[in-house]
């Protein structure tokens, strides 16, 4: 199994320990593994062994989750084709913010804040501002919008509902930078092009943790990946405001991120440990369907699972590596528990979920847990 080179992993380190932070020795390298087969193999058995001390370092202090959007999106990305039924040829996503606090290995309380997504920065991903270009075009778009959009809260509105203010946030994180705009999260000495003034930071001095791939994505665009990405996105920000990662890192006991790569090169995910055991989100689906494909009754899905013999139906708008992204989500499903309401389904919650609205019917998710929420959020920690 390939490993990390002394040098980078004494750099890595040193990067981690001043959050608090450490990597995973258990997962270094699984995703290196060849052949394909048996990588997915190491994958699964080395995300079970971690899982066993994962569990038995302890639990976060609190994490709450609140809405803030719904958008379209094509349904034949959301279950990689497997829809088979005539339908809408969007559905709607539920943009979902996540607000964890933990310890640190250094004994520090710290404040996480996950998806923090700013609406109007993920309108200009040209993805979507092509599609809202192309409705416009379309008579009636209005009413079509008012089936697919719906806006809940903005980030800082969910921190003023919890009684946090942008000084009590010590770090925020996307498990992936589609249609995210940095600039409106870590803010920008350049004034993004029909504003006025230059953006401030969204949560003060927070720094922003993401993958070095992921980051080096947004810098240097491939035709491939263009349309999911601000382009500008980084245009005035203070690189010094990210603290990037390699691989799998745990922040302290109980939240880990996980490196799930395949959406994107830099794909990670959330992992925590609550009172009901352990909890994944991520956007590798889009519904407990694409993790759990044989439980699904959206038409087409379970084919999908009993025709190819797969255990997982991805959310495929990107397949950067499709091998990947199955194993990464081999890699989730073996890290979470199953939900205590019903057994037969894991607590996996995506990061942007399936909305469950009858006027999608029947793409709606077979199983819904709509939310999380343990233990009591406070400010000044």
């Known amino acids: 199994m390939a490993t990390?080179?002394?040098?980078?992993?004494?750099?890595?380190?040193?990067?981690?320990?001043?959050?608090?932070a450490r990597t995973i020795p258990e997962l270094d390298g699984v995703h290196e593994v060849w052949p394909r087969g048996e990588r997915l193999a190491a994958v699964r058995d080395a995300a079970a062994a971690y899982k066993?001390?994962?569990?038995?370092q302890?639990?976060?202090?609190?994490?709450?989750?609140?809405?803030?959007?719904a958008a379209p999106y094509p349904v034949k990305y959301a279950f990689h084709d497997a829809v088979s039924v005539p339908t809408l040829p969007l559905i709607s996503m539920i943009n979902r913010m996540i607000v964890i606090q933990y310890d640190d290995w250094n004994g520090t309380p710290r404040t996480l804040v996950f998806e923090p997504t700013m609406p109007e920065g993920s309108a200009e991903a040209?993805?979507?501002?092509?599609?809202?270009?192309?409705?416009?075009?379309?008579?009636?778009?209005?009413l079509i919008e008012k089936l697919m959009l719906e806006y809940y809260n903005e980030p800082d509105e969910v921190l003023a509902q919890l009684g946090l203010t942008p000084a009590d946030i010590d770090f925020c994180t996307f498990d992936h930078l589609h249609v995210q705009d940095p600039r409106m999260i870590l803010g920008s000495t350049a004034t993004i092009p029909g504003e006025t003034a230059p953006r401030e930071p969204l949560f003060g001095d927070a720094k922003m943790l993401?993958?070095?791939?992921?980051?080096?994505?947004?810098?240097?665009?491939?035709?491939?990946?263009?349309?999911?990405?601000?382009?500008?996105?980084?245009?005035?920000?203070?690189?010094?405001?990210?603290?990037?990662?390699?691989g799998d890192i745990e922040l302290g006991p109980g939240i880990a991120l996980l490196w799930t790569p395949g959406h994107t090169d830099g794909n990670h995910s959330l992992v925590i440990n609550t009172p009901d055991g352990v909890w994944v989100s991520s956007e590798n689906g889009i519904s407990l369907d694409n993790w759990?494909?044989?439980l699904s009754k959206i038409p087409g899905v379970r084919r999908y699972h009993e025709q190819f013999g797969r255990e997982v139906c991805p959310n495929a708008n990107t397949l950067e590596d499709s091998l990947d992204q199955?194993?990464?989500m081999i890699k989730e499903k073996t890290l979470a528990d199953p939900c205590k309401d019903d057994p037969r389904w894991l607590q996996i919650l995506p990061s942007t979920e399936l909305a469950p609205w009858k006027r999608f019917w029947p793409v709606v998710p077979t199983y819904l847990h709509g939310g999380i929420d343990y233990g009591q959020i406070k400010a000044g920690l």
Do not use: C
């Open 52 to 56: 066993v001390r994962f569990k038995e």
């Open 326 to 328: 199955y194993d990464s």
């Open 210 to 246: 993401v993958h070095t791939r992921e980051l080096a994505t947004l810098q240097s665009l491939h035709p491939m990946q263009w349309a999911w990405y601000v382009e500008d996105g980084l245009e005035g920000v203070d690189l010094e405001k990210f603290v990037t990662f390699d």
């Open 292 to 294: 759990q494909p044989e």
């Open 58 to 69: 302890g639990i976060v202090r609190a994490v709450k989750s609140v809405d803030v959007a």
């Open 126 to 142: 040209p993805f979507y501002s092509n599609l809202q270009a192309l409705m416009d075009k379309v008579p009636g778009a209005k």
């Open 4 to 20: 990390r080179t002394k040098t980078a992993a004494a750099e890595t380190d040193t990067i981690l320990s001043a959050i608090g």
